[in-house]
């Protein structure tokens, strides 16, 4: 295998990592922003912690990509992603869908950049991002699952009392 240095990325791969760190850095921020909008007082489910955690994580993934091409000698040009536009108005159930739907798109992303990696013959790139994969996939199975348990748990809650409003049930006051 060649050492880094002596054979560089290709162009798009290198322009692709780039993407995926700046995107990671994204997520990072629509992450921080839910954990400060979930917070104690909000008497929704504490998401705050898992928002705050997932931000640091993301940051740290964005930091693996960019000592990955510091590795391999190659040009850093972060690329601008516009700012998250989430809304932090609703249930927490809200929050979770938020965070899935970034998650997937990362995903994609990352699967990309893999289908990328194997055409450049990338093989160590083609490692980097299997592991990348790898916990991504964890992490998206997570919130799936944590979406379908609450999900369960406002239907179970209007099962119960099925003349309550589903904003009641979420926890949103209503005017009647």
Known sequence: MASPGHNLLSEDCRVAINHMASYELHISDAYLSMACYYNQDMGVPLYAAFFEDQAEVKREHAKQFLRYLRKWESKI??????????????????????????????????????????????????????????????????????????????????????FKKPAQVSGKETDV
């Open 77 to 162: 040009c972060l690329p601008v992603i516009k700012r998250p536009e989430i809304d932090n108005g609703g249930a927490g159930i809200q929050a979770l869908e938020s965070a899935l739907e970034l998650e997937n798109k990362l995903i994609n992303l990352l699967q990309n950049l893999k289908t990328m990696a194997s055409a450049s013959e990338e093989t160590d790139l083609l490692h980097f991002m299997g592991k990348c994969l790898d916990k991504q996939k964890r992490n998206t199975n997570y919130l799936e699952q944590q979406l379908a348990y609450h999900k369960g748990l406002g239907k179970q809650a209007q099962e119960e009392d099925p």
